[in-house]
Every structure is written in C-alpha cells, then in structure tokens.
C-alpha cells in the first residue's frame, strides 16, 4: 500500500515571534509543497522488519529496526490514543534522541536530527513500531523561514492517520490526484503535526501547523484561527537570503529579550497585534470591494514596513535581510522578513512582477519564488 500527503508552506504576512507572545499574526499558504509517500508492507510478526525514512533533499536516509523501536520505546509505541495525542515526554524525547544518534548524520546537516526526532514520534506514535518506508521530498527551502518544518509534521501526520484510517478523504482538488479531508479529520492531522512542530521548534505558537493544514489566508491569535476571505490575492516576492537559521533558537533569543525587558517587549508584541489586526482588517475589506486595489496595497506596505522595524526591535533580523530591503527600496518597493528570521526569506509585495528587481536580488547570490498564495492546505492520495 501506498499513501501520499503533500502540504504546503507558508508565508506570515504580519506577526511572527509575537504571535507566540499572544499577538495576533496573519499567514497564508503557498503552492510549495513537502510531500511524504509512506509505503507499509503487509502487516507481519511484531518487531520484524525495519522502518525507514528517506529525505531525498538531503539524499540522506535512515533506518532502524522495528525490534529496537519496541525495546526503546515499548510502552509508547502500545499505548497511543490516536483521537487525542499526547505530548511527547522528556523521557521519551530522550529515547527518541538516543536513536536518533544511533545514526552519524554529517554535522553540516546536523539540525535534521530535530526533524528526524519528530519523524519517530509521530510514526511510533501513529503507527507502533510496524515496518514501513517514507519518503519525503520537499519543494520548500529547509530552515529559510517558510514552515519547511511544520509541512514536514502535517504531510507527515497526514500520511501516517491515513494508513491508521482515522481519517480518510472527502473530495478532490479539481484537475489533480489529489484529495481533501473534512474538517474534523484535519483538525486532527494539525493537532499531531502541532506535537511534531514542538519536538522541532520548542515552543511553536501553532500557527505554521495551522496554515499548512487548512491551506488558504488565517487571521491566528491564541491558538484560534480565522478565515480571511481575501478576494484578490495579493502578489509576493520570496527571497531566500540562504543564510541559514533556526526557528527554535529565535524563538528562544526573543523570549530571553522579552524576560530582561518585560514592560517594553509588551509595548512591541501590542503594536504587532495593532498592526496584524488592521492588516487582517484591509484584507477582507478588499474582497467586499469597499477599498481600492492600490489604497489597499499602500496600507499593506506602510503595515508590513512598521512590522519589519518592529522584528528589528525583536533582535531578529540580519544583514542579509537589510540587503533585500535596500534593493527593493530602490524600486519604492517594501519588504518584511517571513518566519522566524535571522536570515531566511524576505517578502516583498509587488504590484506587478518586476523581472529588475529579481535581477538584482539574485546578482547578491540570495533566490527569489514567485508563488501563489492562499492556496490549498493537506492533500492527500491513495494508490
Ligand atoms: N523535508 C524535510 N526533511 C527533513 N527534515 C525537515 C524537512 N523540512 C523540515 N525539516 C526539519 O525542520 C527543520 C527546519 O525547521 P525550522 O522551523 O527551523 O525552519 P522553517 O520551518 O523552514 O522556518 P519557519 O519556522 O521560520 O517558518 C529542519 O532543520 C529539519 O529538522
Ligand atoms: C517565529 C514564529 O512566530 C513563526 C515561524 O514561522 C514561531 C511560531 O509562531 O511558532
Ligand atoms: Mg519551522
């Protein structure tokens, strides 16, 4: 048998890092995607076989073999509830490291030891400590800002509920192979990638889970999520400034602000919240057509530039992205960092797809995707 589920990225349009202070923040999914194809063998005798994990952009892959998952980790691979996941437990994040490191993953790509954590969880969780293979294959920038890790927990998931048949497919998405769950099933899928996305990110708002399960424009704040009904989408550069980062240490780096400076980094998540509410604000006015194309695009600028200088006050942005936003200033255009910073992508909003300003982004060795945003969320399919 074999199950795929592919889900997208996204970009955050306004609030990232004080969404996780309790802000609220503005995302949307974009069409690239992470896949992962999970293929089981006919169920044999318990602790047989081997269960393996691909990643072929890293072209690493990674195998253990069942009888050494039960003996590590016997308790948890039995007793899964699969309707209500349990956080993972510091004694099992430690079993789960432990063979993680059975395997030596070259330090250059030491940091995929997080994502391959998250792999043994969920399959363990979901799946118990049957053989199997997945393969996972990622048109998304690992590490750049664009929730390369929360579409690795949600096609995960996704693939993995699938196999377990607690949720299974409603519709499909016209022209493709590919299908749609209902809204109970994905709420589901997202509350095991959120289990996932914690393993990776430490202490995740929830919001990339959020975005790449349901797909489309979400106002989130506090874990509740809101539909923008966004009408005309609007046009975004992507620029990956590939200086590497990672989301949890950022994380991490603005919480250690905001406890040696409580009362001002308050001030600074309160004007964030401002401006992703005005923000979610123009968006669904412009759908109703009660706000001009252009009105409505300066708004969005003047909105995401004050949310740039806000992120600088985080302590989250780099010289890379201040690169991007010099070059882009030329053409009167604005940008912001997406995601976590600290290198990664920039956005920039365009009013039309401007091939100078490509040129020279990419003559500074960064590289830019012209994506379509607000598309669908998990897909899957059976064959
Ligand atoms: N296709 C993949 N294969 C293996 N591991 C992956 C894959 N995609 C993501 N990961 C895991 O997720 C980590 C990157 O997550 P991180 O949260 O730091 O960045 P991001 O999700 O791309 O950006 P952001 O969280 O700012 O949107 C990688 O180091 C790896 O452990
Ligand atoms: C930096 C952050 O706000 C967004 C990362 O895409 C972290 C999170 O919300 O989990
Ligand atoms: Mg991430």
Redesign the pocket.
């Known amino acids: 048998m074999e199950i795929r589920a592919r889900a997208p990225g996204k970009i955050i349009l306004a609030g990232e890092h004080a969404v996780v202070h309790g802000s609220s923040a503005v995302a949307a999914a974009i069409d690239l995607y992470t896949q992962s194809s999970l293929h089981l063998p006919p169920s044999g005798e318990d602790g047989a076989g081997v269960v393996e994990v691909d990643l072929t952009d890293s072209c690493l892959a990674f195998s253990w073999p069942c009888s050494r998952l039960l003996e590590a980790l016997g308790e948890t691979c039995r007793k899964a509830e699969l309707q209500a996941p349990r956080p993972c437990s510091p004694e099992e994040l430690a079993a789960i490291a432990k063979l993680v490191e059975l395997h030596e993953i070259p330090e250059a790509k030491i940091w995929l030891s997080a994502g391959l954590s998250a792999f043994l969880y969920l399959y363990t969780s979901i799946l118990g400590c049957r053989p199997g293979k997945v393969v996972v294959s990622s048109g998304l920038p690992m590490g750049a800002g664009l929730?390369?890790?929360?579409a690795f927990s949600v096609s995960l998931s996704g693939a993995l509920l699938t196999a377990a048949g607690v949720v299974c497919a409603e519709g499909v998405v016209g022209g493709t192979e590919w299908q749609l769950l209902g809204k109970d099933h994905l709420e589901l899928v997202n509350t095991w990638a959120f289990q996932g996305e914690k393993i990776?990110?430490g202490k995740p708002s929830g919001i990339?889970n959020a975005v790449s399960t349901f797909g489309s424009m979400i106002k989130f704040k506090k874990g509740e999520l809101t539909n923008l009904k966004s009408g005309n989408p609007v046009k975004m550069l992507i620029t990956d400034t590939r200086v590497g980062r990672n989301?949890k240490a950022l994380v991490a780096g603005v919480s250690e602000r905001a406890s040696r400076h409580p009362d001002a980094m308050a001030s600074v998540f309160h004007a964030v919240n401002t401006i992703s509410e005005e923000l979610s604000s123009i968006v669904e006015l412009a759908a109703t057509d009660e706000i001009s194309m252009t009105s409505k695009e300066e708004k969005l600028a003047e909105l995401m530039e004050m949310n740039q200088g806000l992120l600088q006050c985080m302590g989250v942005s780099h010289s890379s992205i201040e690169t991007v936003l010099r070059s882009t200033l030329k053409y009167n255009l604005v940008s912001k960092l997406t995601g976590a910073g600290g290198g990664g992508c920039v956005l920039t909003l365009i009013p039309t797809l401007l091939e100078k300003v490509t040129t020279e982004l990419e003559s500074h060795g960064f590289r830019c995707f012209k994506v379509e945003v607000g598309g669908q969320g998990l897909q899957t399919h059976r064959g």
């Open positions: 929730g390369s890790s929360a990776i990110h990339d989301t």
